[in-house]
């Protein structure tokens, strides 16, 4: 890319973050407008040369020093969007009237009086406001099972999940009535939904609504340039709603066909990632979006009508990468590139740092979620993983601080409700902890970080039916989860169910096959399940991926353990050895697994009558448990006997 595109290419970003910003904040997608934004203002250290620009434009500019105000006056940036584009007075009063009731939140009534309206973007506003209305009332009656735990018969909801031992009678119901609130939810039958009374749902009927206007005004979409903007945002309601309603595979088109129209969309763009669930789905949709995906010349500026330059694919491009760990370089090719278009653009270093966070580099993780707050220190976006770092790091004063820095910006936010969550367990205080998670969950009913964390804090009150109520709301909500799945796993490990909790950590594996945690997990419980062979395969593979793995004790004891049990003992004596032998690497440090590796090898020396080595080997017993060193003192006085 020569310079005079790279030119180019700024400038049409900023035309269309720009335009976008103004756009989405018209039509209350606010949190697209909001990211638009914030992506642009993350450009401004981004200088463009002054070769751009002609020097009839400079001198007509010469007044203003700063590039970005000579662009900005020049006649060839795209004029800015107002408010009355495209509409008749009538429509233009209506959209004022709708406006002024959606910033009130009366849904309803901004609905009501957008009723009949045939203009696209009206219509949207009108079928998003009825949308928002049902999902108001949605998140009402969860917040009502959150904290009472009783559906509307004044039942508890819970009955099959244990009471908290030593805690009061109402507390104990609060903790545990978070669950089944889907009870009160719609049934699917045919992927269309259902109310308990048997009547369809709003999504559904808002679904129908929606289909039949975009089928009846096809003809004139089609030719109309004008109509593209409200287009595009039907159709990405539309995909809000077949995906509300299961329908992943229609709503992926429904998004898809909205961001040819309109790419300036971000939540679009993370809707559509939330309607792939595989990594050959993700595949699939890189594929296509790099050879067929075609941008409209309406409302994608200059340069950005072409894939391949179009930054709001490689933005997206970075989010498929973590969600379904990619191609590292081709992740890392594409945040260089993209910090440069935006260096200060803290959406951008706060995927760095989770990308640290993913491979358990929390050092670098937190130094990149440390610059961030610098630069701004009022986000809260992504927070609620650096108090992940800080917890796991037993970093309990800085998180203490964050905790309090937090509460101060916004008491009423998830990240908010997560920080404090996580600062009460650092404390130990799980009851404390689960009550602000279930208070997250109130606000973002989504958030899998919560529900998992939530059922951490069950796993460490000896609750694991709960735990695994709170880990199996994670994985219908998200099923790339990895964490949830392998909560799921330790849960019914506690329970002794052992088949069921090799099949989650197997789910984990897979979703996670370079996490030497998830292997080491998947072969203690082939070991518990008395099988050797898949007990060893999987310890082997969490060796491959261990950081260090000259210094895995436990490792190789665990190897040549199910060696033995396999009846293969010379692969049992090897890697008994090693792990003994670890003991020089470290300097004099023992592990519980070296003395039992050495209290192993001088037993099989003395049964085969090699007295002297394990007479060596048996002295060499100072540390570990009364019964080893016991044991030990007994070889070495047989070993004495037997050579005198």
Known sequence: MNEINTIEILRDVRDSLRCSSIQLSQWKLMKSAKWSIEALHGMEDTPLASGDISEEHMADASSSSSPSKMLFNDPRVRKIPQLNDGFTQDEFDKYLLASSLFDCKEFDRCAYFLENVTEPRLKFLQLYCKYLSWDKKTVESVENILVTGKVKNGNNINDNIDMIENGDSEQNAEMNGFTDFTNTQSKQKNGVQYMEDGHQSSVALLLKELRDYLNANESNFLNSKDTELGVALLYYLKGVLLNQNGNKPQALTAFINS???????????????????????????????????????????????????????????????????????????????????????????????????????????????????????????????????????????????????????????????????????????????????????????????????????????????????????????????????YGLGQAYEVLDMHMYSLYYFQKACALKPLDRRMWQATAECYSKLKHSGGAIKCYQRALQLSANPDQESLLFYRLAQQYEEAGEMDNCKHYMTKCMELERTNEGLVTDEAIKAKLWLANDAFQNKKYEEAYNLAIGITNGTSQEVEEARTIARNCRMLLK
């Open 259 to 485: 961001l040819s129209l309109y790419s300036y969309n971000w939540t679009c763009w993370i809707e559509l990632l939330d309607c792939v669930s595989r990594l050959d789905e993700s595949l699939l949709i890189l594929k296509h979006l790099n050879e067929q995906f075609e941008l409209s010349q309406q409302n994608n500026i200059g340069t950005q009508q072409i894939g391949s330059q179009n930054v709001m694919l490689k933005f997206f491009k970075l989010s498929l990468f973590q969600e379904f760990s990619g191609n590292i370089d081709e992740f890392l090719e594409n945040l260089e590139l993209l910090l440069t278009v935006t260096p200060n653009f803290a959406f951008l270093k706060a995927q760095n740092a989770l990308v640290y966070y993913n491979h358990m580099d929390y050092a670098n993780s937190e130094n990149i979620f440390d610059q961030i707050i610098k630069i701004d220190p009022y986000r809260l976006e992504d927070l609620d993983i650096y108090s992940n770092i800080l917890y796991v790091m037993q970093k309990q004063s800085k998180l203490a601080y964050l905790a309090q820095f937090v509460s101060q910006i916004d008491r009423f936010r998830p990240e908010t409700c997560s920080i404090i969550a996580n600062y009460y367990s650092a404390r130990q205080e799980h009851e404390k902890s689960i009550m602000y998670f279930r208070r997250a969950l109130i606000l973002n009913k989504k958030s899998t970080s919560a529900w998992t964390l939530m059922g951490h804090e069950f796993v460490e009150l000896k609750n694991s039916h709960a735990a695994v109520e709170c880990y199996r709301r994670a994985v219908d909500i998200n099923n790339r989860d990895f964490r949830a799945w």
